[in-house]
């Protein structure tokens, strides 16, 4: 599994403070803009960069839902984007950034082979790290009452109960539930856990089965035990959560754990262990997808810009960026040392957790199931009448992108 494989064949570790870099290795005399996720591996990097002059980076969380507009854009509004195995798909197919294979000659000696995003034998984006959401928890807590380290979501919930009936926090759990993207990639972990599959041969949705109302029954318990408010819930406000010592365990992407010993903002600095993220069936995988994260260069730009672009990205990307910012990210970059905080993501990948499995279909999907899947947990619908909402949505998009007849 190509995800895999870069993980293990870098090491890993993941997130820190943005320290001082070395002086940037020459200067950039043109203007430039990036769009990228907001996370500490981008601020990292994006620092760094910074370091060489004229250039801004915009940090947003919400950038996917921004990039295609503004790559659209005669010229575009930015040189460098941010992408992943899900953002990648619609700037790739519109259009709206470069093969990168000249500059790579150019510019990229010290790039990893793995780093290196092909499409159709081109390519198309330079991999800075890998991702995925697995189990944080209060080690402290667990130890406290006994609990074991939970290998699949019954036992999460188990042990849920036993820290609700405590009162070790306010709320056992926390969950990126945001109603949206959040939302539609939780029930995309859960579903893949029980053996699902998103599409007949034919593009048509397969989501209303035995495998989707589990994994929309197993949502809902779960949030029994978060604030009410999960469905304002993302990345962030998960990570405050156990920073504050409001949450005793939660499914949280790894590049948000080393803010967790961040004393500058965090209660919890060294109680939190990470594990593999939980199965939703005994001896099944866990229930995560892996994701790279990694840089793009637009295509409405003038050469010279692209040229410049890349250069400064490479200037970010560089090994004294690492070793500065090691726990920021499971670097796939040379330099990286892992760690224990990088213990979750890596067990994660070993029991063969499966990628992302990123397309246009998947997407559309992506999309429709963050828009309909509150109905259940609000119990406007039943679990059958929201995944028939789902895969209606769908059907329309998909019909009007020319994947369905």
């Known amino acids: 599994m190509f995800a895999k494989r870069m993980i293990c064949a870098a090491s890993f570790m993941l997130l820190a403070s943005v320290s001082a870099q070395a002086a940037c290795s020459f200067e950039n005399k043109v203007p430039l803009k990036s769009l990228t996720a907001g996370f500490e591996a981008w601020k990292a990097v994006t620092t760094t960069m910074a370091e060489c002059g004229n250039f801004k980076p915009e940090l947003d969380q919400e950038f996917a839902q921004k990039q295609v507009a503004a790559f659209s854009a005669q010229p575009s509004l930015y040189q460098i984007g941010g992408v992943a195995n899900e953002t990648l798909v619609p700037v790739l197919q519109e259009g709206l950034i470069r093969p990168l294979d000249d500059l790579v000659a150019k510019y990229g000696q010290n790039l990893n082979a793995n780093q290196l995003i092909k499409v159709d034998g081109k390519i198309v984006a330079i991999a800075m790290m890998v991702n995925a959401q697995h189990l944080m928890y209060r080690e402290d807590i667990f130890k406290n009452l006994g609990i074991a380290l939970p290998k699949t979501y019954d036992e999460v919930l188990a042990a849920a109960k036993k820290i609700k009936d405590a009162g070790s926090v306010p709320y056992p759990l926390g969950g990126t539930f945001k109603t949206g993207w959040n939302l539609g990639e939780e029930f995309i972990n859960m579903y893949l856990g029980y053996g699902g599959k998103f599409f007949n041969a034919d593009n048509t949705p397969s989501i209303n089965n035995d495998a989707g109302v589990k994994a929309l029954q197993m949502m809902k318990a779960l949030t029994e035990y978060m604030d009410p408010e999960y469905l304002v819930s993302d990345s962030t406000t998960v990570q405050q959560q156990f920073q504050q010592e409001k949450i005793a365990m939660a499914s949280l992407w ?7 010993d961040d004393p500058k903002e965090s209660k919890v600095v060294g109680k939190i262990a990470m594990a593999a993220a939980p199965a939703a069936i005994p001896g099944g995988k866990p229930a995560t997808t892996i994701w790279w994260d990694g840089i793009t260069i637009a295509s409405h730009i003038t050469d010279e810009e692209a040229d410049a672009a890349f250069r400064l990205a490479m200037e970010g990307l560089k090994e004294e960026m690492v070793k500065a910012n090691n726990d920021a990210a499971v ?18 990948a070993e029991a063969d957790a499966p990628s992302y499995p990123a397309s246009t279909a998947l997407g559309i999907m992506h999309t429709a199931l963050g828009n309909h899947i509150a109905d259940f947990l609000t119990g406007k619908d039943t679990a059958e009448e929201t995944l028939k909402d789902v895969e209606g949505e769908y059907l329309t998009a998909a019909k009007e992108k020319g994947l369905v007849n």
């Open 254 to 260: 790894a590049s948000r754990a080393a803010a967790m």
């Open 331 to 348: 670097w796939l970059v040379k330099g990286f040392e892992p760690g224990r905080l990088s213990q979750g993501a890596f067990a994660s």
